[in-house]
């Protein structure tokens, strides 16, 4: 016996060290506690938004951003299982022209190969930004933020040469390109830098796009993620493309948007000034958000540094960054994944925490720390705002008040007609308060059979009573809680919910009644 003991324990010994090793990774939530915040709403909780994963919903207007793995700021295989249970079925990659081309000639793809179709597997496309430029080349620019287009014939000839292989590489998977970073992001000057930078980027986009079209007929090429929406750039640079005939290469103008306060009127301004010359000049292209979010705390370096940013005011910052940009008739783009160590830039300087995950930095092996409320927030939102719904953006027809600046945005189920009103208060930065106010919302339909009211960031659906209902001229009004981030109402039909044990024990002790 004691022979068969010994032995039975030198197999177990040895298997354990021939298994590989497998760290822990932080919980992915997905009960229907899994958001604590401090609201207290005074409404009977019946049940909270379902997440829903990649496979499960068409959400096509939403991409999570998944960029600066050309310049190794994240681990890849430390963050690609926290994305397919957001439910966001495309994500932003940055190819990165200097790491791809380190020896003159010789293209390694294997680092982008991995994201690229591991996402493709879990079921995510890829759009794929081809930017900044490889030092290796004179004149070839920097593998940095803001260094500038490839400025000599000698790098541009080999910038067109990389462009040809990667883009013939992931022939047949990637479909979506976006041509260069932030190339507006030093032009200060509103008059002869602009007009400068802008004819030259006229002929780069050009160039780089019957490329792309070349290899890849249907793709959907973004001209460009200028750092803002700048009307004095968008305007030359359309009527450039005009005069040249070469709008039809362009799918889109993607723009990033940061700003403190996320509903800024002043932040919307320059994006509708822009995208009334883009319908009238261009009525084919659109406009897209490619790149807003904000820190879960605080940070010395990069857009929306030195603020008391908090878990909590972060994932109101995303939703309403998020939900005004769909709002306002663009796609979105949730930045970032997971937390990055920059290491090579002068913008950023160490660990910046836009992440829905927190993560650690290079020294660590840049693990996952935690699963931020952001994260949850924004799969509420998915879970909801996606192609079964119908966004109506500039035909909304509801009105809230109560707010000091509100901001309100019509829905529509695809398959029912159903409304989902969604709305928050958007005067100032988003805050860390739980406390509400009560709002009125004046719907032009009839009263919701089930009438619920939800908080996207929680994702808790709570009853609307009777006694909070009212009729007034042809439309129905409804008296419901409201804060500084985004809450809808909608019939509960349109609502895929569990139940918590509140919710389930009050359910029950009405069924026992």
Known sequence: MATNRKMRLSIFVVALAAAPLVSAAPVIDDTPTRVQTPLKVGMRPVGTLRPKAVGDVSASRWTIDCATLDREHYDWRAIREYLPPLGIPRMRQQAGWARCEKDLGKYDFAWLDQAVFDAKRMGISTWLELSYGNPAYPGGGTRQLAGGFPSTPAGQAAWDRWVEAIVTHYRGTIRDFCIWNEPDLKVKSVTNDVAFTVDFAIGFAIRT??????????????????????????????????????????????????????????????????????????????????????????????????????????????????????????????????????????????????????????????????????????????????????????????????????????????????????????????????????????????????PVWVDVLSGNAYRIDATQIRAENERTVYSVPGYDSPTFITDRSVLTLDESWEARWLREQDEAK
């Not at 949730?334 to 930095?361: M, Q």
Request: aromatic share 12%; proline share 5%; charged share 25%.
């Open 209 to 450: 796009g019957e490329i792309i079209k070349r290899i890849v007929p249907d793709a959907r090429i973004s001209a460009f993620a200028l750092a803002h929406a700048r009307p004095e750039w968008i305007e030359p640079f359309v009527k450039g493309l005009a005069a040249r005939g070469k709008l039809g290469l362009f799918y889109n103008i993607a723009y990033h948007h940061y700003s403190k306060n996320p509903d800024n009127p002043v932040g919307y301004e320059p994006i509708e000034k822009s995208r009334e010359i883009v319908e009238r000049l261009a009525p084919g292209l659109k406009l897209m958000q490619g790149e807003g979010g904000t820190w879960s705390e605080w940070g010395a370096a990069g857009a929306l540094r030195m603020l008391p940013w908090t878990e909590f005011s972060q994932a109101k910052y995303d939703l309403r960054r998020s939900l005004g940009d769909l709002g306002h008739g663009d796609d979105t783009d949730v930045f970032h994944i997971c937390d990055l160590e920059y290491r090579t830039s002068g913008f950023h300087d160490g660990l910046v925490r836009y992440g829905l995950v927190k993560t650690t930095g290079q020294a660590d092996g840049f693990r996952v720390l935690k699963v931020k409320m952001s994260y949850y927030a924004i799969q509420n939102a998915v879970s909801v705002f996606n192609d079964d719904l119908a966004c109506l953006d500039r035909r909304t027809t509801s009105r809230v008040s109560g707010f000091s600046q509100g901001y309100v945005c019509d829905w529509r189920d695809r398959r029912s007609g159903t409304p989902v009103v969604v709305f928050w208060e958007g005067k100032d930065i988003p805050t860390d308060s739980g406390e509400t106010k009560t709002v009125e919302v004046s719907v032009a339909a009839p009263p919701f059979a089930n």
